[in-house]
């Protein structure tokens, strides 16, 4: 599976950015789908996930502000960022993994697209 993110730029705080990550392959479906996301001189953070079915899990750090959903049709996955926050500025990057529970570690999961920027302000 590749997997290419976009939709990252810059905002002030409180917007909101929608980020896509479509993925080629005809056994999109068959994944779980995540978002980490590395601040600078930061380790790798796990966001969100949505699972084969459409079940969701989410950092607590986002709860109430991020949405992830999947459109298996088009291969694409979104995250849905709302009322962003200055802490919220990192590389945010789309993976996958062959699992069936939602893994929230790096380790578990097999494809990792490129990673696409989103930069908040004060």
């Known amino acids: 599976v590749q997997l290419q993110a976009s939709g990252g730029g810059s905002v002030q705080a409180g917007g909101s950015l929608r980020l896509s990550c479509a993925a080629s392959?005809?056994?999109?479906?068959?994944?779980?789908m995540g978002w980490f996301r590395r601040a600078p001189g930061q380790e790798r953070e796990f966001v969100a996930a949505?699972?084969?079915?459409?079940?969701?899990y989410y950092a607590d750090s986002v709860k109430g502000r991020f949405t992830i959903s999947r459109d298996n049709a088009e291969n694409t996955v979104y995250l849905q960022m709302n009322s962003l926050k200055p802490e919220d500025t990192a590389v945010y990057l789309c993976?996958?993994?062959?699992?069936?529970?939602?893994?929230?570690?790096?380790?578990?999961?097999?494809?990792w697209g490129q990673g696409t920027l989103v930069t908040v302000s004060s």
């Open positions: 949505i699972s084969r079915y459409g079940g969701t």
């Open positions: 392959g005809r056994t999109f479906s068959s994944y779980v």
């Open positions: 993976s996958a993994a062959g699992s069936r529970a939602i893994p929230t570690t790096t380790t578990m999961y097999d494809f």
